[in-house]
């Protein structure tokens, strides 16, 4: 827009112009231009510009004249008329006159540019083009009228949002008409106010960009209308509490304007009084709700529905985040809905509703019991607790057997290993292999197993046998495998692990001397687990074993080419094997009435042996011998697989067809009980080779028994139940007896080399040294009782002056 009238400058003006154009023209062909010169000609160039817009006239296109050479136009080259090295200087002289404002330009320029801002208060269309405008404010900055133009917008702004807050003082109209009025009211003051600044943007961009104390134009604006209308009690009262109640009818499950929610939300973000006007009342009123929605579902529902809802109310919140909260409302409010209804209540759910959890395998919900617990403090502390004694109170149910019920304890050892996995599953599906969680399932498996001493350490080295034996078909050698790596889990819990050495060496001797072992790859496999698990002292009678069964297997092959050119006594093989007596269990000798043809083969044997070692002695187990014997019934010839006594008793029938139990036990000299246990399995039980008279399932010493040639049965080859496979109480009883004297052994060597070590110690100093080395559970009074035997022996003596210290006799 001209800053004057329509005056033509004067002809002596034009003509200067004109020289000067022409000298410039000329100048910009030269080679070189010196910085004065251009400093010069870039002060010249916008005086004469502002010369120009002052006498109403275009301003002048430099670039376009040329030189008045008699109306030519001609290319000139810049090298022409120019020497090297030559500099040429212009000098440029100022205007004589200063171009001066009419005296009224400020007060028309501004009513102009007040007219404009009120049209777009009252959204009516601007008289003047928006070039126009701009130009008008650039003007009045540039001859230093800045700050009056800022003063006087930001009044004429400030009345206009004045007069906007009477409608919101109307008590009449309700909550969410008051926001939808609300919402427009900040919608229009935003849309004005970009207008407002598109227009005054040069003001914007220099006087206020060069002082820092005054707020740009966009932020008087928010400043005015956070002043005047959000900032008024009772409007900011009625837009809050109006904001609160669609957040909680949307919370109570009613379709709300979530973008009327986010408009208003952002409109205190921008006036930054979210934090003090909303986001505190709002976290009270979420902490108030969920208060009492929490108190109430605890007694209304069980635990996975509860955690359902709790998940449930954190994805809602979760998505008002998303939707229209601020961002910097997330923390305080998950940290609130957290609290309300997770930690405040994690015994209480824990109580109601892990056990069952635990109990029936229920993953997902243990999976989000995990999920939530993690996000509270101290919720995954009170879960692992709470998971270790479910635990430790399932398992002792299992393991404690205070009715002796032998049925219970032959499904222990399956039930704890499905427990195991039962728990393994849940710890790796449910609680992310959590480590903590890990330790404590192991430290409560170890404390519950050991509830019952001894006996799950016996019952485990049986359950192995069972697997390993020959008649196990129910798993391939992986399946056996994986078994057994989940028995020595169990194994490593257990304390007493010479009780499970006993049993076991007694059990493996039954399976390499009956040969029923399922595998000799798995025998060793369970062999080698066992010594990386326990050390090469623990196996090595066990691996004298399997030795004494390779060199026995050698001695009979040797023996077989020595008999080749003998002949058999009565028509009769022998298989023996040899047995070092400090590797394998310890059996009593029973000494038996043999056949004259059995006991001339051991003779023979005997002589053979003893010629390739001397200085060896022989003992003959009769206990532990096996035969196969032919039979002729009356449906044909069978074989019968039978042990030695059952043997002698069969043999007496080739003899006679019937005998009494007396006579029997005259003629074999197997002890009664033995021979009770014998007669039954040969008459009583599923193959009845023998008849007894009267009939009955027990045996009496009157009974008598005849041979039964009618007997039948499908297969060829009969294995009638050998006694010796089947362990009795007294069996049991010895077992367990040579495990307390081993053990007391084990603690009389250990309190000697401690006392040798120390030479002088106290008592309890002693106990506690006893229980650093000693593997298995002890009382404290047995080792008191041992300790008074080694003093007995002169191993060690009480100090003379204090009873409570020992010295080491050497």
Not at 277 to 283: G, I, R
Not at 394 to 418: A, C, H, S
Not at 580 to 593: A, C, I, R
Not at 697 to 714: A, L, M, P, S, V
């Amino acid at each position: 827009m001209p800053l004057s009238s329509t005056n033509k400058a004067p002809l002596h003006e034009q003509k200067k112009r004109e020289d000067y154009n022409n000298h410039r023209k000329r100048k910009t062909n030269e080679n070189q231009v010196s910085p004065s010169s251009l400093h010069l000609h870039k002060k010249f160039r916008d005086d004469a510009e502002f010369g120009t817009m002052c006498d109403g006239q275009r301003r002048a296109n430099f670039s376009a004249l040329t030189s008045p050479s008699n109306g030519l136009h001609k290319n000139v080259s810049p090298l022409m008329n120019s020497k090297p090295g030559s500099t040429k200087k212009l000098i440029i002289k100022n205007f004589k006159e200063k171009p001066k404002l009419p005296d009224n330009y400020q007060e028309q320029t501004w009513e102009k540019l007040k007219e404009s801002v009120q049209a777009i208060h009252n959204s009516t269309a601007i008289t003047s083009s928006l070039e126009e405008l701009y130009q008008a404010v650039e003007n009045m900055c540039s001859h230093k009228m800045a700050v009056a133009l800022y003063d006087q917008l930001k009044v004429v702004c400030e009345q206009h949002v004045k007069m906007n807050v009477n409608q919101f003082l109307v008590d009449s109209i309700d909550s969410e008409q008051f926001l939808k009025m609300m919402d427009a009211c900040w919608q229009d003051h935003c849309r004005q106010m970009i207008m407002i600044r598109s227009i005054f943007l040069f003001l914007d961009r220099t006087y206020v960009l060069q002082n820092s104390s005054i707020p740009s134009i966009w932020d008087m604006g928010l400043e005015l209308f956070r002043q005047h209308i959000i900032s008024n009690r009772v409007v900011q009262g009625r837009c809050v509490d109006g904001l609160l109640l669609l957040i909680e009818r949307e919370r109570n499950g009613e379709a709300v304007d979530r973008q009327l929610l986010k408009s208003l939300l952002r409109m205190l973000s921008d006036l930054q009084i979210y934090q003090n006007a909303f986001e505190v009342k709002f976290l009270e009123a979420t902490e108030s709700l969920y208060a009492l929605e929490g108190q109430r579902l605890m007694q209304e529902r069980d635990v996975p529905e509860y955690l359902g809802h709790v998940e449930k109310r954190l994805n809602e919140e979760s998505e008002r985040l998303l939707h229209y909260l601020d961002q910097s409302t997330k923390k305080s409010l998950v940290a609130c809905v957290e609290k309300q209804l997770i930690e405040k209540h994690l015994s209480a759910l824990l109580q109601k509703g892990l056990d069952l959890l635990l109990e029936q395998n229920r993953t997902n919900d243990l999976t989000l019991l995990y999920q939530l617990f993690s996000r509270v403090k101290d919720g995954l502390k009170e879960l692992c607790t709470g998971t270790a004694a479910y635990i430790k109170k399932t398992g002792r149910l299992y393991v404690v057997n205070p009715e002796d019920d032998q049925e219970k304890d032959k499904d222990l050892v399956q039930q704890l290993l499905d427990f195991k996995d039962k728990m393994d599953t849940i710890i790796a599906v449910c609680f992310q292999k959590n480590e903590k969680f890990v330790n404590a399932m192991k430290e409560s498996f170890e404390h519950f197993i050991n509830q019952r001493q001894n006996k799950p350490a016996e019952l485990i080295a049986k359950y192995v046998d069972f697997k390993l034996r020959a008649g196990n078909k129910e798993a391939t050698e992986e399946e056996l495998e994986r078994l057994l790596d989940k028995i020595m889990v169990l194994f490593r819990f257990i304390h007493g692990k010479d009780v499970f050495e006993a049993f076991y060496k007694k059990d493996l001797a039954k399976r390499l001397l009956v040969g029923k072992s399922a595998s000799v790859d798995a025998e060793k496999s369970m062999l080698s687990k066992l010594k990386q698990e326990c050390g090469g002292g623990f196996t090595s009678k066990l691996e004298g074993m399997f030795k004494d069964m390779e060199l026995s297997k050698d001695i009979m092959l040797a023996f077989k080419q020595h008999m080749q050119d003998r002949q058999s006594p009565g028509h009769i093989d022998l298989t023996v094997n040899i047995l070092t007596m400090g590797y394998w269990p310890t059996y009593l000798p029973m000494e038996v009435h043999l056949p004259a043809e059995m006991i001339k083969f051991q003779e023979i044997f005997k002589k053979f042996y003893l010629g390739k070692h001397s200085g060896r002695k022989l003992q003959w187990q009769s206990t532990l011998g096996h035969c196969v014997l032919k039979a002729k019934f009356n449906v044909g010839s069978k074989e019968l697989q039978v042990s030695l006594f059952q043997t002698l008793c069969l043999l007496m029938f080739n003899d006679g067809g019937e005998f009494s139990f007396e006579d029997i036990k005259q003629a074999t000299a197997i002890e009664e009980g033995e021979l009770k246990r014998t007669l039954q399995s040969l008459a009583c039980g599923k193959a009845r080779v023998l008849s007894k008279i009267p009939k009955g399932k027990d045996i009496d010493n009157k009974d008598r028994f005849i041979y039964n040639g009618d007997f039948k049965h499908k297969l060829f080859r009969i294995k009638i139940n050998q006694i010796q496979m089947k362990e009795t109480q007294e069996e049991n009883t010895n077992t367990t007896e040579r495990v307390f004297q081993d053990r007391q052994y084990q603690v009389d060597a250990a309190i000697v080399r401690i006392m040798k070590t120390r030479k002088t110690l106290t008592h309890n100093l002693l106990i506690s040294e006893l229980y650093n080395q000693l593997k298995f559970p002890v009382k404290p009074s047995d080792l008191k009782k041992r300790i008074e035997s080694l003093i007995d022996r002169d191993y060690m003596e009480r100090d003379k002056d204090n009873s409570n210290t020992y010295h080491y006799v050497a």
